[in-house]
Each structure stands twice: as C-alpha cells, then as structure tokens.
C-alpha cells in the first residue's frame, strides 16, 4: 500500500514523476537506507544503558500502586495524577513476568518502541522514507525520550497514545470515513488515561485537524462531529481525577515556576556543541534553500519559498505539535500553583520536535549530504549519552541506603526516621503503621525494612517537629539507637534532628547515596570514656 507522502508532487524520491531503469538507484538506496536503520538501532539501544539501576522513587510509586493487588488499584487512583490504567496494565505485566526491576521496565520500552513505530508511520504520510526515519531517530535519541524508554510509570504509554492520535490526524488527510474520525476523537482521549498533564497535548490535535480538513468544510463539520463525539464519551470517567487534580493543584509543587532560559532549554539541546551543529545546520539548510529557488528561478519555475516538497498544510501542523504544548506547559506553570514545566511533562511535545527535524532536512540536497550529516549528528549525539557522567544512572534511588539502614539497624532492631520524599507529605496525615503501606513512603513498598520505621513529612514544618521531639524524648528514656534518613530536599529536618539530639546523642554520618543522607544516633551514654 503506498503511503500518502510518497504520491505528494516532488518528493524526495527516485524517479518522482519519471521512469527510473530498474536498478539504477537499488544499490545506492540500499546502502543509505541501511544507515539511516543503523542510526536508528543505534538510538534505541541508548535506551539501555541504565536499564539496570534499581528503581527511583516515582518508580516506587507505581509499583505500590499494584502491591496491595488488583482490588485496592481503583480505590488508590487518587493517590497519583493520572488515571490508573498503567496500574492495570503493569499489574497484569507483573502476573506474567514478575516484579524485577528489569521485567517492568520491559513493558515500558515495549510501549515507546510501539510509539517510535506509530511515529514513523505518521512521518511516512507526509515525509519520504529518508526524512521519517530522521524522525524517529531524532524522536529516541531526545533526552526525555531516553529516560521514559525504561521509566516504570506511564509516560512511554501516553507517548504511544500520543503518537497514535498524531497518525491518525495524518491519515485523516485523505480519508474521509466517520469510523477514523471516532478513532481520533478516542486515540485522544486515551492520552489522559495514561496521563492528565499530557492533555496540553490536545489543543494541537484540535489546530491540527483544522489545517488538515479546513479545504473540505462539507467533511470538517461531519468528521468533527463524530471525533468530539467519541472524544466525550471516552472522557467521562477522567472527570472525578480531573476534578481531585484541580482541587489539589497547591499539593503538587516539585520545582520552582520556569523562567524564559527553560523555555527555550526546552526548544534546544543542553551541549555547547549541539547548539554549534544546529547553528550548522541552519546556515547550509538556508545555503541549500537558495541555491534551489536561484536554479528554479533560471528555469522560469515559480520557487517554493519553504523549499520543501510537501502540500504547505504539514507546516503549520507539525509547528503547532510542537510549540503548543510546551507554551501550554509553561503558562500554566508561571500562572497558576501548578508548575509542571518539567522534562517528563515535555514528553509530549518530543513528536513534533521530531518532525521539526524532519522537515528541516528535507531542505537537504543531495541526499548523500543530508545522510551524512545526520550520521555525524547521530553519532555525537551518542557518543555523549554514552559518555555523560550520568549515563548509567536512572533518577535518583532509596535502594543503596535503606540496603545500608537496614544492614546498620537490623543488629539491634534500631529505629528509623524517614523523611518523605513527596511534597504531599506536608498537606496529608501520615501513616501511624506500616509506612510502606502508604504513597508518601513508596520506597518501602518494594525495598521494605525490617525494623521499626517513624513517619516525617517531607518539610520541617510544626508536624515534624512535633513528631521528631515525642521520639526524641522516648529514645533518650530507652538509651535507643536509631538512624535518619532524608533526601537532600529534607536536610534541614536532618539538621533540625542533629541539633536537637547532640546534647544526648553522638552523630555520624553514615553515607550520603543519590541525595540520600543516613545518619546515625548513638547514645552518649553508650559509648565508653
């Protein structure tokens, strides 16, 4: 089945619109084709660079998210932001191939290698195959992408429902039938069930589908119709979590708002020497771009002033898949308590960057320099993920330290006072029993402890103090041992802690592992003159 872009007019492909002596161009396309493949394997296999680190905190999440089993998923839906179809999905994942850190993150990259499939599907609608796969490769190579490849939580899930909306608003170009448009208004909708913040995405389907059909208005009101139908019906469950997400919105603060340098952080890479090769590529795209509109102009041809082969509706979609959604993130974040402008959340707008860079070298002429400079791309681009300090890390993990607490505190049954690592921890009641029972203590839930573990918010605030001075006062009547621990975000609890037990107590630090400082308390009276 030939695809919509390859019967476009001019496209970059052997023999558009002439006969082409068979075999001519099958060698040389073999072996391009063959690089831009080896590019894009090189790209996903970036993936797994940390695929072995154990699982960060938000991972927890997911995964006590499922411990209590299939029953308690829906009652603790609204212990997350988003609807708890991932839950469903990972518990079912964890029946079949167990709870490892590597069989969850399977599923994972399961879902973002469908997605990168989907993407370029939707690239080859509107880009010959070179320029697609320059897609997906500049799609799994994207930072974000990477960490979401092995991520247990649902972002490689709303990126492939993300991608599949994006196909079919493409194929809704030449397709005509209420059935597809229905399709899209689900496809959509699916989105929000894997992630509500991924809904900034939805305005740009909506400008899409209006520069997609807008030329047959007979056909636009019907298959808008049908899409905003499905699309409703789809939405209803999603209205109780929007609603909790709203009236909560103060609760979920992780950053400070951005500012006009994360903005455009957000359009362009972080190395010095990605900012040098797009400078580049900027500068021959328009060297290219000239050279053709002068050789047309000589021949009395009318010059395209984009340059690029392709009906002028994909612009505009493309630029509004990926500008849309970032803009949205960022008002929302500098205008209301919500400050979601962070990587994850950008997720969504990786798709249509992606496509920015496929029709970006498509301006590309001859084919062997755009092949070649996107080979040199790739391969800097990889060798920096390799190489980056980090690369073998995945977020931050509580693994290494509550391994050390509990190996420490485990020789005496020692307490432990932990700091909660989520800001919601500061606005709910904590758990008086079995911590890892509940979300803000999710590290817990898959590497428990065996002693006797004390709640603290995640702030120093009157609840923690209150918390930390009725222990305090129990451990010095016992002469008790006991050990701290808090993520970097919670040292002046730990500080607070320190000063508060120094006249009874001896502190050590016993390490610090991701940001994670554990400490240890020992009687005074203990230690011997």
């Known amino acids: 089945m030939v695809s919509f872009g390859s019967t476009l007019e001019g496209v970059d492909q052997p023999g558009a619109g002439q006969r082409t ?7 040389q396309d073999r072996w391009q084709s063959a690089i831009y493949l080896l590019a894009l394997a090189v790209s996903i296999a970036v993936w797994f660079i940390a695929v072995r680190f154990p699982l960060w905190l938000d991972e927890t999440g997911s995964y006590w998210q499922i411990s209590a089993g299939f029953s308690q998923i829906w009652p603790r839906r609204f212990a997350t932001l988003s609807f708890p179809a991932y839950s469903y999905v990972l518990w079912l994942w964890s029946k079949l191939f167990g709870t490892g850190e590597i069989a969850f993150r399977s599923l994972s990259i399961l879902a973002m290698l469908a997605a990168t499939w989907l993407l370029y599907r939707a690239a080859r609608e509107i880009f010959d195959r070179d320029c697609a796969l320059v897609a997906v490769t500049a799609f799994c190579l994207n930072p974000i992408v990477v960490f979401a490849s092995i991520d247990v939580r649902p972002y490689a899930f709303g990126i492939l429902a993300t991608n599949a909306a994006i196909y079919i608003l493409f194929r809704l170009r030449r397709d005509h039938s209420n059935l597809l448009a229905m399709l899209f208004g689900v496809a959509a909708a699916c989105i929000l069930y894997f992630h509500l913040i991924f809904g900034a995405i939805l305005p740009a389907l909506i400008l899409g589908f209006i520069f997609v059909k807008w030329g047959d208005r007979r056909v636009f009101w019907r298959q808008l119709g049908f899409a905003l139908l499905a699309f409703a019906l789809a939405f209803l469950p999603l209205i109780p979590q929007i609603l909790y997400l709203l009236h909560t919105a ?8 951005p500012d006009l340098q994360r903005l455009v952080a957000a359009f ?3 190395w010095a020497w990605v900012y040098f090769g797009a400078a580049a590529l900027l500068v021959f795209a328009v060297t290219t771009l000239l050279t053709r509109l002068k050789a047309r102009s000589k021949r009395g041809e009318s010059p395209n002033l984009i340059g690029l082969a392709a009906e002028r509706w994909r612009i505009p979609v493309i630029a509004t898949l990926a500008l849309v959604p970032i803009f949205i993130l960022f008002g929302v974040s500098v205008a209301t308590p919500m400050h979601l402008f962070i990587a994850r959340h950008r997720l969504v707008a990786v798709p249509g960057l992606a496509l920015c860079w496929a029709l970006l070298l498509s301006a590309f002429r001859p084919r062997i320099v755009r092949l070649l400079f996107w080979a040199a791309f790739v391969a800097g681009i990889t060798y920096s993920n390799c190489t980056a300090p980090f690369s073998r890390v995945h977020g931050y993990t509580w693994k290494f330290a509550l391994d050390l607490a509990e190996k420490n505190a485990s020789i005496d049954n020692a307490p432990v006072l932990i700091c909660s690592d ?9 758990p008086v029993d079995s911590p890892g029972k509940s979300i803000f203590f999710a590290q817990l839930s898959y590497y428990p402890l065996s002693v006797p573990v004390v709640p603290l918010p995640r702030a120093l605030n009157s609840v923690a103090m209150e918390a930390g001075t009725r222990f305090l006062k129990q451990a010095e009547e016992k002469h008790e041992r006991f050990l701290a621990l808090a993520f970097y975000k919670s040292y002046p609890t730990l500080e ?4 508060s037990a120094e006249g009874s107590y001896s502190v050590r630090k016993l390490t610090v592992s991701n940001g994670i400082t ?6 005074r009276s203990n230690l011997v003159p």
Not at 21 to 27: C, I, K, N, R, Y
Not at 496 to 499: N, P
């Open 21 to 27: 002596p068979d075999g001519l161009h099958s060698g």
């Open 250 to 257: 103060g609760t979920h603060v992780y950053e400070p708002a």
């Open 268 to 270: 362009l890479p972080t």
């Open 422 to 430: 989520f800001p919601e921890s500061d606005y709910a009641p904590l």
């Open 496 to 499: 607070w802690l320190w000063h």
């Open 518 to 523: 554990v400490l240890e308390f020992d009687p």
